[in-house]
T-cell receptor, first 113, second 113 residues
């Protein structure tokens, strides 16, 4: 069945370090892919999305490229800030189930000054 | 900017009591989702509405949980009786449908004591 696998956390980085959070998926067809971010005690916010192969989603300095050949959608940022500390979720909407989202387990990022 | 509204933000209830959560989706969004997020995990779908109809409640514990969206706009999720294992974040989300991105509310943090 369809699934999403994220790298496990927590990830601790110093400010201005580079970030990569790995996400791979298993799905039928060519789904859209999303990254959501959750700040402590809050709901999820859509960070970026890609709707087809080779699309690059970007927002707030974060980027992710939809790689069909490796079924991956890794999240990257060149220089993290303390304010980026949050939990990041990779998500896959299911075409045949009304857009129901399947989430990865989440990766907690902590950025130290 | 349009938002998904949820209330209450926090709820503490005793085991065996009834509890209810309310969600008002973004105007025009036909699809409404209720997700449950256990601490340290990704959200999991409880129930999905298309307008006023339930399209997926396969993971809803129907012996104690109920959900309604009577006029196809706002929605209520109820638990009766609450159990200790129901302690979690309850997230409401809405979308235009299909595989378009879902927008989440801030969630209700439920603690059952």
């Amino acid at each position: 069945g369809d699934s999403v696998t994220q790298m496990e956390g927590p990830v601790t980085l110093s400010e201005e370090a580079c970030l990569t959070i790995n996400c791979t998926y298993t799905a039928t067809g060519y789904p859209s892919l999303f990254w959501y971010v959750q700040y402590p005690g809050e709901g999820l916010q859509l960070l970026l999305k890609a709707t087809k192969a080779d699309d690059k989603g970007s927002n707030k300095g974060f980027e992710a490229t939809y790689r069909k050949e490796t079924t991956s959608f890794h999240l990257e940022k060149g220089s993290v800030q303390v304010s980026d500390s949050a939990v990041y979720f990779c998500a896959l909407p299911l075409y045949n189930q009304g857009g129901k989202l399947i989430f990865g387990q989440g990766t907690e990022l902590s950025v130290k000054p | 900017e349009a938002e998904v509204a949820q209330s209450p933000r926090y709820k503490i209830t005793e085991k065996s009591q009834a509890v209810a959560f309310w969600c008002d989706p973004i105007s025009g969004h036909a699809t409404l989702y209720w997700y449950r997020q256990i601490l340290g995990q990704g959200p999991e779908l409880l129930v999905q509405f298309q307008d006023e109809s339930v399209v997926d409640d396969s993971q809803l514990p129907k012996d104690r949980f109920s959900a309604e969206r009577l006029k196809g706009v706002d929605s209520t999720l109820k638990i009766q009786p609450a159990e200790l294992g129901d302690s979690a974040m309850y997230l409401c989300a809405s979308s235009f449908g299909g595989v378009t991105e879902a927008f989440f509310g801030q969630g209700t943090r439920l603690t059952v004591v």
